[in-house]
């Protein structure tokens, strides 16, 4: 049986993103163009940006679509017109190397951004700053302090922009009253499509574009609008949002995947557990063991799990996350990220378990735990 594992990487495509989609591509039209056909794209274009914006607390003037995530968060440190930019260490690429110079803002040891540390730095003297910091991060799911980080950005005239990129959909964002000056969202995180996400940009924030030539997007971001992308974007928040009881249901397989694993393998750890975190999202540490062996041992017992961001060269390294958490270069190197989803269903997690700590046992020497149940408890 093959268990997927890996939603904060990609989700399935939701049925109500894929009948969008599919009904957006019946008809022709590109939503710059004056004829019918180009009225009609354009009205589905608004109304996806409309229903986008509500769901995000936002006006639909201030939603900017872009190809995904990654250049959702480019756009916002090269747009905003700051020259100083400050973000946590625990960032995704995205963000650590949109620009050069990103000034890194330690965390805690609970995966939470140091505010003391971030009032320091933003004392020093130098240009007006923005300060990026994740809604929750992808591979511990620590859900980040944001409502104290604006009130100290703002003391010092900075901007804020938060990638919640794995944040919407799974938990309650709401851009007016976060008092975000930017966001990033992505539609593959939350069941829609690859290809398509959206900054959110308040009216404090003169927005120059990275792409341009066509004016497209209020001369934000040029190019044809993905109206495909964008129809299936707008139906898939909707229906994750629809599904109030999925967080809690989700949240209770991966207390179980914890719990079990705890019991059994006492050597494991769980980077993030003591802060809050997505209802979805655990860590796991298995010491002595390297997070590629256990991702390719997992694989081969046919359960998809990941390690640190997923990227384009697929390789694996030690997590930048934890070692930013001072966990120490072990747990850097030996964990793993699990992500739950819609689909997920409580034999998926047990199947984990079960390869799990068969790995576990079979490293037993590495761990220097001498090994731990060979199954998980009934």
């Known amino acids: 049986m093959s268990v997927y594992l890996d939603f904060n990487a990609t989700t399935p495509l939701r049925p109500e993103a894929r009948a969008a989609m599919l009904e957006v591509m019946s008809r022709t039209g590109n939503a710059s163009s004056v004829h019918r056909p180009g009225r009609d794209a354009r009205r589905r274009l608004e109304a996806a940006r409309r229903d986008i914006a509500a769901a995000l607390g936002a006006v639909p003037e201030n939603l900017v679509f872009t190809s995904g995530g990654t250049e959702a968060d480019i756009l916002a440190l090269r747009g905003c017109g700051r020259q100083r930019i400050l973000a946590s260490a625990i960032e995704h690429p995205a963000v650590l190397e949109a620009v050069a110079g990103v000034e890194r803002v330690p965390v805690l040891g609970t995966g939470q951004v140091d505010l003391e540390a971030l009032d320091a730095m933003l004392l020093r003297p130098g240009?007006?700053?923005l300060v990026s910091v994740m809604w929750a991060n992808n591979e511990t799911g620590v859900?980040?302090?944001l409502d104290e980080v604006v009130v100290r950005a703002r003391l010092?005239?900075?901007l804020v922009h938060s990638d919640a990129i794995q944040a919407a959909g799974r938990e309650p964002v709401d851009f007016a009253s976060s008092g975000l000056d930017m966001m990033s969202v992505s539609a593959h995180k939350l069941g829609g499509p690859p290809g398509?996400?959206?900054l959110l940009v308040s009216d404090r924030v003169r927005l120059d574009p990275v792409v341009s030539g066509g004016g497209q997007e209020r001369g934000r971001r040029s190019g044809t609008e993905n109206l495909p992308g964008i129809a299936g974007f707008a139906a898939a928040l909707g229906a994750a949002l629809r599904d109030s009881g999925e967080g809690e249901r989700v949240r209770r397989l991966r207390d179980l995947l914890e719990d079990r694993i705890g019991d059994a393998a006492p050597g494991a750890r769980f980077p993030g557990r003591d802060?809050?975190?997505?209802a979805n999202t655990s860590c796991i540490v298995m010491p002595g063991v390297a997070a590629e062996t256990q991702v390719m041992a997992l694989d081969l017992a046919g359960v998809a799990v990941s390690a640190g961001s997923a990227c384009s060269s697929g390789k694996v390294e030690a997590s930048h996350v934890i070692a930013a958490m001072r966990a120490g270069n072990d747990d850097a190197r030996c964990a793993i990220r699990v992500s739950l989803g819609w689909t997920t269903g409580r034999e998926d997690v047990e199947q984990l378990i079960d390869a799990w700590l068969?790995?576990?046992n079979r490293a037993a020497p590495a761990n220097g735990t001498g090994?731990?149940?060979?199954s998980c408890p009934a």
């Not at 802060?275 to 997505?278: H, N, T």
Request: hydrophobic content about 55%; proline content about 13%; overall charge positive.
């Open 143 to 145: 859900i980040q302090p």
């Open 196 to 198: 398509i996400g959206a």
């Open 358 to 360: 068969a790995l576990y």
């Open 127 to 129: 240009p007006a700053a």
């Open 275 to 278: 802060a809050p975190r997505l």
């Open 371 to 374: 090994g731990a149940a060979a």
């Open 156 to 158: 010092r005239g900075a």
